[in-house]
């Protein structure tokens, strides 16, 4: 991440923070920090790009092994991990 002529790192990763801790959108983080909402959703965008270079040196992914009726249950949600783990963000 670069710092940008209008927003510094640390507002950017404190909004990306505030919308993923509080599940909000981008209209509610627009008055709470006096930017656009194209603006908010650059730096959302650019924050998670970063996070994504470096997932594997920083996050760790642990392994589930569900047997029986529970694994039927998130046999649909495993299919879908799969798919957003292959999708890039551009």
């Not at 930017?35 to 908010?40: C, F, H, L």
């Not at 920083?58 to 009726?69: A, R, V």
């Not at 694994?71 to 799969?82: D, G, P, Q």
């Amino acid at each position: 991440m670069v710092k940008t002529r209008n927003v510094p790192i640390t507002e950017a990763v404190a909004m990306f923070l505030h919308i993923l801790a509080h599940n909000l959108k981008y209209r509610v983080v627009y008055f709470s920090y006096l930017r656009s909402m194209e603006t908010i959703s650059r730096q959302f965008k650019n924050v998670l790009r970063a996070i994504m270079k470096v997932r594997k040196e920083y996050l760790k992914f642990h392994d589930y092994n569900l047997e029986g009726s529970m694994e039927n249950k998130w046999r649909w949600f495993k299919v879908s991990l799969s798919f957003v783990s292959n999708y890039k963000v551009l």
